[in-house]
């Protein structure tokens, strides 16, 4: 049976790359993106175009902040981190998330009525 790869709730890769940035500190986007997918154990399978895209937004809206730096194959990258603002975001999306998750929840736990 072939499985499909998951797509992303809308505004949830927001919540993935912040988190990812808190947690382990500057990246570039490449390794951002790979991480989350080690992380979701290749269910999520990201397009880097999308997560550039992401990153730029991220960046305008004062969450992330970036400079140049040397990748790990000694090529010239965009280092990412979060911001104090970032973090901020980051706690209410995580709340958000809790909330919208337990009622995704509740509603999946639900019995048919009338026992039919």
């Not at 990812?20 to 154990?41: D, K, M, W």
């Not at 990258?77 to 979060?82: D, P």
């Not at 603002?85 to 998330?97: I, R």
Request: proline content about 1%; glycine content about 10%; aromatic content about 6%.
């Amino acid at each position: 049976m072939c499985e499909r790869k998951s797509e992303v709730m809308h505004g949830t890769l927001d919540l993935m790359i912040l988190k990812t940035l808190h947690a382990l500190g500057p990246l570039h986007g490449f390794g951002i993106a790979r991480r989350i997918e080690q992380v979701s154990e290749d269910v999520l399978r990201l397009n880097e175009g999308t997560v550039y895209t992401l990153l730029l937004r991220l960046q305008q809206q004062g969450w992330i902040s970036s400079k140049w730096g040397t990748s790990e194959n000694n090529r010239k990258a965009r280092f990412y981190s979060i911001t104090r603002y970032g973090l901020k975001q980051l706690m209410l999306e995580t709340q958000n998330w809790e909330r919208i998750s337990g009622v995704i929840g509740r509603v999946l736990r639900l019995e048919r009525e009338g026992g039919a």
